[in-house]
């Protein structure tokens, strides 16, 4: 199993970015496809970011061109560098971890983090 904690969330103004972490252990990112996942009050829960173990990437049309998925290998840390924040990226953030062919839903990812808060004021 891997453990997933995530780290970097805050208060940022409109137009910002910040960069939110997720740190693993118990065994390497190598072995997952890791996703950042987001919950934002009263909705559902939506991949924005995925990338595999071979460093394919999707990012979800509401953040393409703003957010940027990467991986530290050797930390076994996974990043979300998120860019021209917009109020609506307000939410819960939260790292995933799924099979090696998972893609945008949620049920294929199997490890979860706890989430940081990222909140986006206008």
């Known amino acids: 199993q891997v453990q997933l904690a995530e780290s970097g969330g805050g208060l940022v103004q409109a137009g910002g970015s910040l960069r939110v972490s997720c740190a693993a252990s118990?065994?390497?990112?190598?072995?997952?496809?890791m996703g950042w996942f987001r919950q934002a009050p009263g909705a559902q829960r939506e991949l924005v970011a995925r990338i595999t173990s071979g460093g394919s990437t999707y990012y979800a049309d509401s953040v393409k061109g703003r957010f940027t998925i990467s991986r530290n290998m050797a930390k076994n840390t996974v990043f979300l560098q998120m860019n021209s924040l917009k109020p609506e990226d307000t939410a819960v953030y939260y790292c995933?971890?799924?099979?090696?062919?998972?893609?945008?839903?949620?049920?294929?990812?199997?490890?979860w983090g706890q989430g940081t808060q990222v909140t986006v004021s206008s």
């Open positions: 995933a971890a799924g099979n090696l062919f998972a893609g945008i839903a949620s049920s294929a990812y199997d490890y």
């Open positions: 118990g065994r390497t990112l190598s072995a997952y496809a």
